[in-house]
C-alpha cells in the first residue's frame, strides 16, 4: 500500500511559477513510476506529466505543458515534483499525484493504482 500527499498549490498570476511536491509512504518508492494528472472545473482528468522508475527516469509530458512543466523524483525524500512554469488560466485544476509499479502507457490514468488527495492550483489572468 503506497499513500500519496500532494503539496505546494496556491493562487498565482498568470506567467508566475509553482513547484507541486508529493510525499509517498513506503521503502520502495523508487520502484514506482509517477505521474501527476489535473482536473479542471467542469474538465475530464488529463494527463499532465510522468516519471518512470528510478534507473532510467524517463519523463512524459502532455502536448499542453511541455517546455513549461518538469518533472523530477528524489527517492531519498520519497518525492515527486512538478516544476510548473509560465502558468496560465487554463491550467487552473486540481492537480493530482499517481503511483504504479508497472505501466505501459504512462498517460492512461486507469493504469495507476495509487492515488492522492489533490492540491488546487488557481491561475488568476
Known amino acids: 500500500q503506497v499513500q500519496l500527499v500532494e503539496s505546494g498549490g496556491g493562487l498565482v498570476q498568470a506567467g508566475g511559477s509553482l513547484r507541486l511536491s508529493c510525499v509517498a509512504s513506503?521503502?520502495?518508492?523508487?520502484?514506482?513510476?509517477m505521474g501527476w494528472f489535473r482536473q479542471g472545473p467542469g474538465k475530464e482528468r488529463e494527463f499532465v506529466a510522468a516519471i518512470s522508475r528510478s534507473g532510467s527516469s524517463r519523463t512524459y509530458y502532455a502536448d499542453s505543458v511541455k517546455g513549461r512543466f518538469t518533472i523530477s523524483r528524489d527517492n531519498a525524500k520519497n518525492t515527486v515534483y512538478l516544476q510548473m512554469n509560465s502558468l496560465q488560466p487554463e491550467d487552473t485544476a486540481v492537480y493530482c499525484c499517481?503511483?504504479?509499479?508497472?505501466?505501459?502507457?504512462?498517460?492512461?490514468?486507469?493504469?495507476?493504482?495509487?492515488w492522492g488527495q489533490g492540491t488546487q492550483v488557481t491561475v488568476s489572468s
Open positions: 513506503g521503502r520502495t518508492f523508487s520502484s514506482y513510476a
Open positions: 499517481a503511483a504504479v509499479r508497472s505501466i505501459i502507457n504512462y498517460a492512461r490514468s486507469n493504469g495507476y493504482d495509487y
